[in-house]
């Protein structure tokens, strides 16, 4: 299972792919993958630094 997060509103998911239209903002939006892949954010499953804050 991956974490995606939306690059308009930030709206966050866990998914295998992400959907094709954001439930947060009912747009057809960029999923940006936040998955964890390095020891630093094991513990949470995704990397807070990846896509910035939420818009």
């Known amino acids: 299972m991956n974490s ?3 690059s308009k509103c930030g709206y ?3 998914a295998d792919t ?3 239209k954001c439930p947060g903002c009912q747009q057809k939006c ?3 993958n936040t998955t ?3 020891p ?3 513990g949470k ?3 807070d630094r990846i896509g910035g804050k939420n818009r």
């Open 40 to 42: 630093d954010c094991e």
């Open 30 to 32: 960029e999923f940006l």
């Open 4 to 6: 995606w997060k939306c």
């Open 45 to 47: 499953g995704k990397d």
């Open 36 to 38: 964890c892949y390095t």
């Open 12 to 14: 966050e998911l866990q």
């Open 18 to 20: 992400p959907p094709e």
